[in-house]
């Protein structure tokens, strides 16, 4: 079978990021740039699959500026056959990464497409729910457990009140949550091998898709910030504190 | 306006964060709620009354007993004659179901809205929570995903709104439900609960997280856990707190052997009150600490829990 598994380029998780001054948005000039860690998560799954002679081949997606690249190269180094880059300079709101997707998944017919539960710049989490409704096809996001056989995806699901298992028939939609996998790092030899594999480029207008935004940003702020507070000495400074000076205990 | 609320319920019981969203939705127009699941006239009565509803649409079929996204997602569709907007408060359930009504209907979806400033214009935290964006959609149907933590309950009334059944629609034949483990607690739902007490990696042990327990238990408050307390299986995957878990914002919020990374404190830093205990006095949780106490958790837990044992005894 074939994966297909979605990629973003995104600030760099460890990045202490700034609101832009004139509230446009936040600094990403000279910020480090990483593959959003759910996808990492996503490539790991499919690599899995590969070496555990389930998938054939593991293809690679992602929609944004031609840095993208550098993305779809790291996939590539983690296992990933081929990479595929949707290029535009527009911002990629998550219903136009999902029509995106869609279009690829025309082209390339995965049995399985895998993509993070949430990318950590917008937080959104939709992009997989909305491929899936794009496709008609079954979704199961929040995966901490993955199995395939016999045409089928056993999706063990974060909820909130535990987890819950659905059974899928593929071809479905699965999004990835942290504990599903640890991902590997790409090693040196295999970041070379990269280099030789395949990054294919196409943009929108020639998938004849629109993805412009529906969203328009009107400002970017800072939240409130806390001011500090104090320090206490002990255990039963702590207690004294809470009853008599903030009075949110007993 | 028109406004379709979608109630997060088990089939018998409406789940509070509905509550919140309900209060975001009546400053949007007149709301009607759906209540989709199987056997639930119960949760429809319950929904009836949260006061500012006007109607209460019941669909009551095999196919809505799990709420799975594949058939809600187009019965939902199939209401959205002359509806302006569609809520539904931003828990797992909403997050899995939400963006699946808003692609089949063409139109994006605003996640995790804190704040409404018309009806086409919201506010919605990024980056972790780190800043703040005000957000206009362009679309005919707003769909939004509400942030519980930042909308008061709403109240209930004496007075019934009107239950008008629905339904059922068209249901998937390519997924199945199998089972759910639910964690089983007696303790206040985290997002709800007055009082949390959340502990990380430096509680070293499942054995050692029930300190953290045992602390919760005695102030009536829920158990929370950072990122690196249950992947070290100290904790439930349902206890995590922070960008990609639970929000909450309690009262009184006391963190324990947690670091306090960026993304542990999108999900606590609206709290009332924090609380922090760490032994390294460098700790980044400080900085948004009110009360710090600089200590071994291991001295300082027991001391708090026989301070407190002695004041319930
Ligand atoms: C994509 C992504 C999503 C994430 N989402 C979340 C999320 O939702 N929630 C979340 O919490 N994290 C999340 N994280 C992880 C986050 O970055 C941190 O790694 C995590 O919060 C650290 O957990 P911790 O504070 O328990 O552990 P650590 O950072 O290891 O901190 C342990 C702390 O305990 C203290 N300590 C150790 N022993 C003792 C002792 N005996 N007495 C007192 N103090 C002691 C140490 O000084 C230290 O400060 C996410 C990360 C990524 C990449
Ligand atoms: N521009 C993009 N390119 C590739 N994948 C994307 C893009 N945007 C979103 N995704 C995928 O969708 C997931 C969820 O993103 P979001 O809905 O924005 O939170 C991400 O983890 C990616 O797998």
């Not at chain 2, 964006?133 to 149907?141: G, S």
Request: proline fraction near 5%.
């Amino acid at each position: 079978m074939k994966i297909l598994a979605a990629v973003k380029r995104v600030v760099d998780y460890n990045v202490r990021i700034r609101v832009a001054s004139d509230e446009s948005g936040v600094e990403t000039n000279g910020v480090k740039m990483s593959m959003n860690p759910f996808d990492e998560i996503a490539v790991e799954a499919g690599v899995q699959l590969k070496e555990a002679g389930i998938a054939a081949e593991l293809v690679v997606v992602s929609i944004g500026p031609a840095a993208c690249q550098e993305t779809l190269k790291t996939a590539l180094a983690m296992g990933a056959d081929r990479a595929l880059l949707v290029e535009t300079e527009v911002e990629v709101q998550p219903l136009a990464a999902a029509t995106a997707i869609k279009a690829i998944v025309e082209r390339e017919a995965p049995d399985l497409v895998l993509l993070g539960k949430q990318a950590i710049d917008d937080d959104s989490n939709q992009t997989g729910q909305m491929l899936a409704a794009l496709l008609d096809w079954p979704q199961g996001t929040f995966a901490s457990g993955l199995n395939i056989a016999d045409g089928k995806a056993t999706v063990t699901r974060e909820i909130d009140g535990g987890l819950e298992t659905l059974l899928l028939t593929l071809p479905a939609v699965v999004s990835t949550d942290l504990r599903l996998n640890t991902p590997r790092y790409a090693t040196l030899p295999n970041i070379m091998k990269a280099k030789k594999k395949p990054i294919e480029r196409s943009t929108p207008e020639e998938l004849g898709i629109d993805i412009r935004p529906r969203q328009k940003m009107l400002s970017v702020s800072e939240p409130p910030v806390r001011t500090g507070g104090v320090m206490v000495a002990s255990a039963a400074e702590l207690v004294d504190k809470l009853r008599n000076a903030a009075k949110v205990i007993p | 306006m028109s406004v379709l609320l979608i109630a997060e319920h088990d089939n018998s019981q409406l789940r509070p964060a509905t509550l919140n969203a309900a209060t975001a939705a009546a400053q949007l127009g007149e709301v009607t709620v759906l209540v989709a699941g199987r056997d639930c006239a119960t949760v429809a009565e319950a929904a009836s009354v949260i006061d500012g509803i006007t109607k209460v649409l019941l669909a009551d079929a095999e196919i809505y007993e799990h709420g799975l996204a594949e058939n809600v997602a187009p019965l939902v569709c199939g209401l959205t004659n002359s509806v302006t907007h569609i809520l539904a408060p931003a828990t797992t359930m909403g997050k899995n179901l939400l963006p699946r009504i808003a692609a089949l209907l063409d139109v994006g979806q605003i996640s995790d809205v804190i704040e409404i400033k018309g009806q086409d214009t919201f506010v919605r935290p990024i980056y972790a929570g780190n800043a703040l964006a005000c957000v206009r959609t362009l679309d005919p149907v707003k769909v939004l995903s509400v942030r519980t933590t930042a909308f008061d309950a709403a109240v209930t009334r004496s007075s019934f709104a009107p239950v008008e059944k629905v339904g059922p629609g068209p249901a998937s034949d390519r997924v199945a439900f199998v089972s759910r483990q639910l964690t089983v607690s007696e303790r206040p739902e985290l997002t709800a609960a007055r009082v949390v007490v959340s502990g990380g990696r430096g509680l070293a042990s499942q054995e050692n997280f029930h300190l953290v327990e045992r602390l919760a238990d005695l102030l009536g408050g829920a158990v929370g856990a950072s990122r690196a307390a249950v992947d070290s299986g100290y904790a439930p995957n349902d206890c995590q707190v922070g960008q990609t878990g639970k929000v909450v914002a309690p009262e009184l919020y006391v963190a324990v052997g947690i670091s306090g990374a960026i993304q542990h404190l999108a999900g606590m830093k609206d709290s009332k009150v924090i609380v922090a205990i760490n032994k390294d006095d460098e700790a980044p949780i400080f900085q948004v600490a009110d009360y710090g106490l600089v200590e071994d958790l291991f001295t300082a837990l027991p001391q708090l829990i026989e301070e407190f044992e002695k004041g319930s005894a």
